[in-house]
C-alpha cells in the first residue's frame, strides 16, 4: 500500500511512499521523454543498472552515469562531466534525469538537471532516509566548493520522487541513524508527534536490524518518513525559493554545515546537524526564548539515537567564519532558525556575539558523545 503526498507550488509533483515503486517511474517521466540518464554512486551500480534495463523495456533510451560515493561527487568536475555525457548523447528539453542514491546524489542529479539547457525533467529515487525525508523533496539542488558546501546551485523541483522503503532493507545502521536527525528536525519544528514516536522507539531505530526488523519497526519507520515528508511538503509548497517560511527547514544546519566544512565532508551529514540543533536550542535558551525542558529533550532524544550533541571546543573561530558564509547570512548579519517552543520555529538575526560564544560552550563543554563504535561509523 502506497502513500501519495503532492507537493504544491508552481509545477505540483507527487512523492510516493510505499513498496516496489519501479512501475511508477514512466507516469513521472510523463509524455514525450525519449531519452533518460540513470545517475547513481559507484555502490549502487547494481541498482541503477537495474533501473536502466526497465527503462530500455519500457521503449525509453536508457544511458547511465556511475558517479563517486557520498559528497565526492558533489563537485563541479564531476557536474561538468555529466554535463559532457549529456551532450554527446543529444539530450534536448524534452528528455529526464532519474537519481538513484542519496542526498548527494539527488543533490548532483538536481543541479545537473537544472543547469543542462536551461532545466531538463528530474526523477528522485532516494535510497537513504536523509534523502527520502529531506534532499530528494523540495527542489534544492548543489554542490560544494572549498568555501563551503552547497554554495553553488539552483531551486528545481523534481518532476516526482520514488520513496521506496524497500531500500531501506539494506540500509546501513549508521545510515539510519544519521537520517534520523532530520526526521527529528522536522519534529522540533513542525510535528511533535515525531517526536513522540522517535522517544517510544529509539532503540529499535538506533539499533536498526533491515530485513530483521519487526512489523512494529517498519510501521513506526513508515511513518515516521511520511511524516517527514508531509512537513517539507508543506513547507515547499508555500515557498520555493526560501524567502521566508522554508528557512525553517535549515533548522540546527547553520552550524551543522560549519561542521562539515570544517571537518572536510568526514561527518556524516546528520551528526553535524545534530550537534547543530543542540546550539540552535541553547541559543534560543540563552536568548530568552526556549525553557530548560525543551533543549533537554534535544539531547535527550538525540542522544538515545546514538547522535552527538557536542563539538570540539577549539574550532569556535574556523566554524564562526564559515557560518559567516551561510547562505542565510545578509551581509555580516548572522540568522539562526531557532525555536519559541516545540513546532513554534522562529528567527534570530544579528545576535551578539557572546550570546554565540555562549550557546557554543554549552555545545562544546561535554565530552564528545558516544563510544568508539558510533564515533567511527559516524565520522566523530
Known amino acids: 500500500m502506497s502513500v501519495r503526498v503532492t507537493v504544491n507550488g508552481d509545477a505540483p509533483y507527487d512523492v510516493v511512499i510505499g513498496r516496489h515503486l519501479l512501475g511508477e517511474l514512466p507516469g513521472m517521466l510523463g509524455t514525450g521523454v525519449r531519452r533518460v540518464l540513470v545517475m547513481h554512486p559507484a555502490s549502487l551500480s547494481a541498482t541503477g543498472e537495474a533501473v536502466r534495463e526497465d527503462l530500455v523495456a519500457q521503449g525509453y533510451e536508457a544511458f547511465v552515469v556511475e558517479l563517486p560515493d557520498a559528497e565526492e561527487q558533489k563537485t563541479a568536475q564531476v557536474a561538468a562531466f555529466c554535463w559532457q555525457v549529456l551532450g554527446q548523447a543529444d539530450f534536448t528539453r524534452s528528455d529526464a534525469i532519474v537519481s538513484v542514491g542519496g542526498g548527494a546524489t ?143 527547514l535549515n533548522y540546527g544546519h547553520t552550524l551543522g554545515h560549519a561542521i562539515e566544512l570544517t571537518e572536510r565532508y568526514q561527518w556524516r551529514h546528520g551528526a553535524a546537524v545534530a550537534v547543530g540543533m543542540v546550539f540552535a536550542a541553547e541559543l534560543a535558551r540563552l536568548g530568552g526564548k526556549l525553557d530548560d525542558a525543551v533543549v533537554d529533550r534535544h539531547r535527550e532524544i538525540l542522544t538515545s539515537l546514538g547522535l552527538p550533541t557536542s563539538y570540539r571546543g577549539d574550532r569556535w573561530d574556523k566554524l564562526l567564519g564559515a557560518m559567516r558564509r551561510d547562505k542565510k547570512t545578509r551581509g555580516d548579519l548572522l540568522r539562526f532558525v531557532v525555536l519559541d517552543d516545540v513546532a513554534r520555529p522562529t528567527r534570530l538575526e544579528g545576535p551578539d556575539p557572546t550570546l554565540l560564544a555562549a550557546a557554543y560552550a554549552e555545545v562544546s563543554k561535554e565530552p564528545p558523545t558516544g563510544n568508539a563504535e558510533v564515533k567511527v561509523q559516524l565520522g566523530l
Do not use: Y
Open 106 to 248: 539527488t543533490d548532483l542529479a538536481g543541479f545537473v538537471a537544472a543547469t543542462w539547457l536551461r532545466g531538463l525533467r528530474v526523477v528522485h529515487m532516494p535510497t537513504t532516509l536523509l534523502a527520502m525525508v529531506d534532499a530528494a523533496v523540495g527542489g534544492k539542488t548543489g554542490i560544494n566548493t572549498a568555501e563551503g558546501k552547497n554554495l553553488v546551485g539552483a531551486f528545481h523541483p523534481p518532476a516526482g520522487v520514488l520513496c521506496d522503503l524497500a531500500a531501506l532493507e539494506s540500509l546501513d545502521r549508521w545510515d539510519l541513524v544519521a537520517g534520523m536527525a532530520e526526521v527529528v528536525k522536522t519534529g522540533f519544528i513542525a510535528d511533535e508527534r515525531i517526536l513522540e514516536l522517535v522517544e517510544a522507539h529509539a532503540d529499535d531505530l538506533r539499533g536498526w536490524k533491515g530485513p530483521d526488523a519487526t512489523d512494529e519497526t517498519w510501521a513506526v519507520l513508515a511513518e515516521l518518513v511520511e511524516r517527514s515528508v508531509r512537513v517539507k511538503a508543506r513547507v515547499v509548497g508555500e515557498d520555493l525559493t526560501e524567502q521566508g517560511l522554508r528557512e525553517i
